[in-house]
């Protein structure tokens, strides 16, 4: 066998345990097993379910968001203080836009869609914040 194609080989055979390995996030668990409900197949469902997966991610953002705070140095949180309070003020401004009037002839998945964007951001955020955690 060439050395390629050994590679490949050991490549497709690790794959699997990669993916095994792999953390599930409790939160997108969560959310998933809610969608797989009866009530998660309908329009206010799977806005709902993903409303729900908002909460706890803005808890999760909190929660990491006050530990870099107790450990960074005075001109990191001063820093990290103001873009936070900056992207929150984003935030709002996003959700005034997103129940705009614009909605009115968008449909009922229009408030599934916007929910799932939200969790997006959020997690987003939350993936910058931890770049400051210890």
Known sequence: MTRTVSFLILMALALPIASAQKKVDPIEAQAEAC???????????????????????DKRMNDVYQR???NADPQSRMLIRNAQRQWLAYR????????????????????????ALNVDAIRARIDELNYYAP
């Open 68 to 70: 870099i705070m107790r």
């Open 35 to 57: 969608l797989g409900t009866p009530a998660g197949q309908t329009t206010a469902g799977m806005t709902d379910c993903s409303h729900q997966a908002y909460l706890a991610y």
């Open 92 to 115: 709002d401004a996003q959700h005034q836009a997103d129940n705009g009037p614009w909605r009115a002839d968008r449909g009922s998945m229009t408030s599934a869609d916007i929910e």
